[in-house]
Nanobody, 128 residues
Framework: QVQVVESGGGSVQGGGSMRLSCVAS????????IGWFRQVPGKGREGVAA?????????YYADSVKGRFTISQDNAKNTVYLQMNILKSEDTAMYYC????????????????????WGQGTQVTVSS
């Protein structure tokens, strides 16, 4: 079993920055991808960024955040970060962290259906 806990949300003005943290605890052999997702009420979930937690540390981004968001990991702390810069009002959402172990994730790392363990979410609000 893997537990996932997000932190770091809050309110920020447009153009500002924020860093989210995701701590995954439990058996590290039960996941090899960590992803960040976001959802706005009334809309579908969007995959934002993902990272392969192995040594290669490959990263993946949605087109909407490329060049503005950076996902990184600190394996010693079992923590994955999402650094968000140049925030826009359309980035306002509930952000979720998820952990997954699936051979399909290598082809679709931003597909939330392939992730097994989810956190409770942290709200990010960007004011214009």
């Amino acid at each position: 079993q893997v537990q996932v806990v997000e932190s770091g949300g809050g309110s920020v003005q447009g153009g500002g920055s924020m860093r989210l943290s995701c701590v995954a605890s439990g058996n590290t052999y039960d996941y090899n991808y960590i992803g960040w997702f976001r959802q706005v009420p009334g809309k579908g979930r969007e995959g934002v960024a993902a990272i392969y937690t192995g040594a290669a540390g490959r990263t993946y981004y949605a087109d909407s955040v490329k060049g503005r968001f950076t996902i990184s990991q600190d394996n010693a702390k079992n923590t994955v970060y999402l650094q968000m810069n140049i925030l826009k009002s359309e980035d306002t959402a509930m952000y979720y962290c998820a952990a997954g172990l699936s051979w399909r994730l290598s082809a679709s790392p931003l597909d939330g259906n392939e992730y097994n363990y989810w956190g409770q979410g942290t709200q990010v609000t960007v004011s214009s």
